[in-house]
């Protein structure tokens, strides 16, 4: 079994910034990807940015350029960099890892969920 647990959400102006941590730990073979996933109210969950082993990168068109995906392999650990954050960027944001717990079984797990409220 493996857990996510994210850190580093809460409430900010227009224009600043935060930065989301997810921490994956239990039976852990390989981590395949990482990566953040966002849902607001009344929305369906969308994709905001993903990690691979490779190092390959993914983000949505509404945060190039303003949010940064890294991860920290010895912590098997993913983080979100949110910068020049906006309104629309308010959701509850989801850590997902996509995780190999034997030679031959991969598993997607979620994290609970982290609220990031930007006001104007």
């Known amino acids: 079994q493996v857990q996510l647990v994210e850190s580093g959400g809460g409430l900010v102006h227009g224009g600043g910034s935060l930065r989301l941590s997810c921490a994956a730990s239990?039976?852990?073979?390989?981590?395949?990807?990482m990566g953040w996933y966002r849902q607001a109210p009344g929305k369906e969950r969308e994709l905001v940015a993903q990690i691979t082993a490779g190092g390959k990168t993914t983000y949505a068109d509404s945060v190039k350029g303003r949010f940064t995906i890294s991860r920290d392999d010895a912590k098997n650990t993913v983080y979100l960099q949110m910068n020049n954050l906006k309104p629309e960027d308010t959701a509850v944001y989801y850590c997902?890892?996509?995780?190999?717990?034997?030679?031959?079984?991969?598993?997607?797990?979620w994290g609970q969920g982290t609220q990031v409220a930007v006001s104007s």
């Open positions: 997902n890892a996509f995780i190999a717990t034997m030679i031959d079984t991969s598993v997607n797990y």
């Open positions: 239990g039976t852990i073979f390989g981590i395949i990807a």
